[in-house]
């Protein structure tokens, strides 16, 4: 009753830019809806589909609130425009039972099996229950019966888990234009799924995890081998290798209480050798090597002006992303391989040589921010003869699950120090692990090679904005720069420099939302300004550093003048990308002759092709078939993507390819099959 | 083997005819699947991966529409189509045995809803408004009513029977 009167005095005394939650006067600013003013009021409404990064969707309806002299009385926060002079009650006894309602269908229609469950402790789902007083389940258990999908090597899906929450949809298509995930089927059936029902590994899906990030529940979650790390540790036959990536130092803490950003990497060294590693590096090291390759060869490229934007390829979800989608600039990729896969070539060449043992008696483990990176161990480009560079790819929280499954009390460790040489780095280094991080790193040393004098920084390529551009002066040349992070971001920059809208000389893409920092295999951040937070450690500990400038490291440069030859260069720090075909599916058949085969025309209907006129070439070509009744003869047969974009349309007519094809390079070909 | 000759391309020509009559406009994508639907009869995936292309949206979106709406198949039906109405007034007549009955006569389960000769499509569908002749089904266009066990077993050999003597 006396809340009710202050309520009322507040909103009639107040000016009318405020709205009264809960008897808390709030003043708006630029909220963009009520859940936001509420959660700046200090209450905590549940949700489960709202994400402030993501489009509204208003599906999960946890976020209603009572809002006083409105009909119909209850509405959805996120999706409710804030308007001056609202008198909100988030948590009458109508919306409490609704909302616990809401939880009992969530657990009867899906299966909540907490104990085995990969996302217990960090679930959404489990929270609100037990923050509810969810006791038991009115309704009966439906539970779909879909298959776990284990496809991948990032990410793990376990659909009868799923909420439908739709989050996971709108993170792969708004944040990184790939789309790989969406709803299928209707009412009761209803699922989210991928085209075509397939494994998550075998389509588009680029492993970045970020849908996993937003996942409340323990449908998507990383794809974990732990029990594999775990025998590695264990076997005496193998020298077991941890490599430290520089964003998991800066997090870490979090999975046990401590605030986003401190620098652990003391700790986390203590750990593994407690829990049986044979060495402990720092990933810097390597990036070190990666950013002077790379500063190296854009110079080359700059001052043959070839081959340019360079494009950074540290990150395995924008490389095979390009792949799939940019064929036609993989040549502008830098071919520097990443810092974890060029660590992995070097120290099991360093390594075997060292202590006089096969390579394959190495173990090399990378503890890394990203999901991705499991992805990149695997390809076949980073292997000799079968032998993995990387063995095994583990993330942040999966280092912090190891630690804790060995029972390892996190706050009590003491530092220990890195192995050496391969752990030695410069402030160009650590720096990578945010978004603009290897773009300033590849300019400090540039900056340093062609200019005297000390050490440059270049801070307008730092901060969180997906899309940063800029101009600046390095040894008289002026050089316009991009960092986008997110692979929309990207998307939406690469169509306008294909365009000819822009021209850049070097881009550096990240495919997370703010570079490694914030990958998916970091803790969930609690708040916005983690990651900000964890970036901020990253930069203090460059300050910290004696070099700032990669090309300054005496290991690196003593690799360079007594272990690398041009031959060496090649084969452990570089490598290539090819084309990815986008749809995987086997040749499509239009149509089957009747007669002896003796034509067999198959053409690609890839995007690329597509645009570059393929529907019409079809067109002519079946008309000229026609007209000179070859019908009987031919067997026409189209394929997505032969994997030559950028020389399309691309017609092959028997074994033979044309590029560029026309009607009558067509006609010229067929000419020569079926002499007439 | 003449018919196929003449059909050469033509259904996948039409692809193309359809995509151009709409201007691979993405907000046209129902009607387009429609009128895909109408030349193939269904919709085979690689078509929608197609028109996925042409209209630069992911094949994902294309799939979500394409099993969103019940009026779209993505298996190929037979040449009868048989639909076995499940609306209240035939479930409580039982409508559910002569389903089982389908199944049983034509080699069907849950899963599989088309024969392997392409001849029988089985579906189940909400009430089509013929309650009065409850239990009822349909044919392609043919109705019939007060539905028994026997009487399906009865129906599957008068159709197999008329395909043999046409064949
Ligand atoms: S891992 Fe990334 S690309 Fe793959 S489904 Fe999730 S958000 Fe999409
Ligand atoms: S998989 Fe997770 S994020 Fe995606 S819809 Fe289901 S519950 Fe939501
Ligand atoms: S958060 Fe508002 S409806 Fe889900």
Redesign the pocket.
């Given at each position: 009753m006396n809340t009710n009167l202050n309520s009322n005095n507040v909103t009639k005394t107040s000016n009318l830019k405020t709205i009264t939650v809960d008897s808390i006067p709030v003043t708006l600013g630029d909220e963009s809806n009520l859940l936001e003013v509420i959660r700046k009021a200090g209450i905590e409404l549940p949700t489960f589909c709202y994400h402030s990064d993501l489009s509204v969707y208003g599906a999960c309806r946890m976020c209603m609130v009572e809002i006083e002299d409105r009909h119909p009385g209850i509405f959805p926060a996120c999706s409710t425009k804030a308007e001056p002079g609202m008198v909100i009650r988030t948590n009458t006894k109508t919306i409490r039972d609704m909302r616990k309602m809401i939880i009992e269908l969530m657990l009867a229609s899906s299966d909540h099996s907490c104990t085995t469950c990969p996302k217990s402790g960090a679930c959404k789902l489990q929270d609100i229950a037990t923050q509810l007083g969810v006791k038991d389940v009115r309704f009966k258990q439906m539970v779909a019966q879909d298959e776990k999908d284990l496809s991948s090597p990032c990410i793990a899906r376990d659909p009868a888990k799923?909420?439908?929450?739709?989050?996971?949809?709108r993170v792969c298509d708004e944040i990184q234009s790939v789309g790989s995930?969406d709803f299928a089927y209707r009412g009761a059936d209803a699922r989210?799924v991928t085209c075509g029902n397939k494994g998550i590994g075998e389509v588009e899906c680029v492993g970045c995890g970020q849908?996993v990030k937003?996942?409340?529940?323990g449908?998507?979650t990383i794809k974990t081998n732990l029990t594999d790390v775990w025998n590695e540790v264990h076997n005496k036959d193998k020298i077991v290798v941890a490599t430290v990536a520089p964003a998991v130092r800066v997090a870490i803490g979090e999975c046990f209480g401590e605030e986003a950003g401190i620098n652990n990497i003391g700790k986390i060294v203590s750990a593994l050798r407690i829990m049986g590693f044979d060495r402990v590096f720092d990933l810097n090291f390597a990036a070190d090597l990666t950013t002077v390759e790379e500063g190296n060869e854009f110079i080359q490229r700059y001052t043959e002006q070839k081959n340019l934007p360079q494009f950074t390829s540290c990150c395995p979800a924008w490389v095979k992303f390009a792949e799939e989608y940019y064929p036609n600039l993989l040549n502008n990729l830098s071919t520097v391989r990443s810092p974890m896969s060029l660590f992995g070539s070097v120290c099991k060449e360093q390594l075997s040589k060292e202590l006089g043992v096969s390579r394959d008696k190495i173990v090399i483990v990378m503890v890394g921010p990203c999901t991705a990176k499991k992805f990149e161990a695997n390809r076949p480009e980073f292997a000799v003869d079968g032998n993995p560079d990387i063995d095994h790819v583990i993330t942040t929280e999966e280092l912090a699950r190891m630690i804790k499954e060995h029972g390892i009390e996190f706050e009590k460790l003491g530092f220990s120090a890195l192995d050496m040489p391969l752990s030695f780095a410069t402030g160009g280094a650590i720096i990578f692990g945010s978004t603009g991080g290897v773009c300033e790193s590849v300019l400090r040393y540039a900056a340093k090679e062609l200019e005297p004098g000390p050490s440059r920084e270049f801070k307008q390529f730092r901060g969180k904005s997906g899309t940063k551009i800029g101009e600046i002066e390095i040894g008289g040349n002026t050089l316009r720069l991009a960092v986008v992070s997110g692979l929309a971001n990207a998307r939406a920059l690469i169509d306008r420099v294909q365009n000819g809208e822009e021209s850049f000389d070097l881009i550096e893409v990240m495919a997370c939302p703010g570079g490694c920092v914030n990958g998916a295999g970091q803790p969930t951040p609690q708040c916005d300004e983690d990651n900000s937070k964890r970036a901020k450690g990253l930069y203090d500990n460059d300050r910290m550093l004696p070099f700032h400038s990669s090309g300054e490291n005496p290991v690196v440069k003593k690799l360079y003048d007594e272990d690398f030859d041009e031959h060496k260069i090649h084969e452990l720090l570089h490598t290539k990308y090819g084309n990815r075909r986008l749809i995987k599916e086997d040749d499509f058949v239009l149509s089957t002759p009747t007669a002896e085969t003796k034509l067999n025309l198959t053409i690609c209907f890839g995007r690329s092709c597509f645009t570059k006129g393929a529907q019409a070439l079809y067109g002519n070509l079946m008309k000229y078939i026609r007209d000179n009744g070859l019908e009987a003869n031919t067997e026409f047969k189209a394929r997505f993507c032969a994997t030559k974009c950028g020389k399309g349309p691309v017609l092959l007519v028997n074994d033979q390819l044309i590029e560029h094809c026309t009607l009558e390079k067509a006609v010229e070909a067929i000419g020569v099959v079926l002499p007439q | 083997m003449q018919k196929n000759v003449q059909e050469f391309g033509t259904k996948f020509e039409s692809v193309c005819a359809v995509l151009e009559k709409y201007e691979c406009n993405p907000h046209m994508l129902v009607p387009i699947l429609q009128e895909i639907q109408a030349a193939y009869s269904y919709l085979p995936k690689d078509v929608m991966n197609y028109v996925a292309n042409a209209l630069g949206v992911t094949p994902g979106s294309v799939f979500g529409v394409a099993t969103f709406y019940s009026h779209f198949t993505l298996e190929p039906k037979g040449k009868y189509v048989i639909r076995v109405c499940d609306g209240t007034a035939c479930h409580v007549r039982k409508s559910t045995e002569i389903i089982k009955t389908f199944q049983a006569e034509l080699g069907l389960d849950e899963k599989t809803h088309t024969t392997e000769d392409n001849l029988f499509t089985l579906e189940e569908v909400a009430c089509i408004g013929a309650c009065g002749l409850a239990p009822v089904i349909t044919i392609n266009e043919d109705v019939y009513g007060a539905m028994t066990k026997e009487k399906t077993v009865e129906l599957v050999k008068k159709y197999k029977e008329e395909e043999a003597a046409n064949a």
């Open positions: 799923c909420i439908l929450c739709g989050d996971c949809v995930l989210v849908c937003v996942c409340p529940v449908a998507l | -």
